[in-house]
């Protein structure tokens, strides 16, 4: 059984700064991508950032310059520094990671946390 837990949504001015963390725990083998998505009120799911296990990373054109994304192989976590926060970041995040706790990779996703830009 795996899981990814987030932490680090919440509500918070226009400018400000807030920190997405994303802890894989359970039966690993091994880790492939890991990535953060968000959805918006009416809108449809969309990528915001991701990382390969090689370290490549791909932005969403909206969030290049403000959002860094990261990963710490050791914990199995990965990360999503928010700056230069604004009202159309507003959102549901979640994390998803595909994940093989043997031989076959499956993609998961966590439960999603709340982001709020509002003054």
């Known amino acids: 059984q795996v899981q990814l837990v987030e932490s680090g949504g919440g509500l918070v001015q226009p400018g400000g700064s807030l920190r997405l963390s994303c802890a894989a725990s359970?039966?690993?083998?091994?880790?492939?991508?890991m990535g953060w998505y968000r959805q918006a009120p009416g809108k449809e799911r969309e990528l915001v950032a991701r990382?390969?296990?090689?370290?490549?990373?791909t932005y969403a054109d909206s969030v290049k310059g403000r959002f860094t994304i990261s990963r710490d192989n050791a914990k199995n976590t990965v990360y999503l520094q928010m700056t230069s926060l604004k009202p159309e970041d507003t959102a549901v995040y979640s994390c998803n990671a595909d994940i093989a706790s043997r031989w076959t990779y499956h993609d998961y996703w966590g439960q999603g946390t709340q982001v709020t830009v509002s003054s």
């Open positions: 359970g039966s690993i083998f091994s880790i492939g991508t």
């Open positions: 990382v390969t296990s090689g370290g490549d990373i």
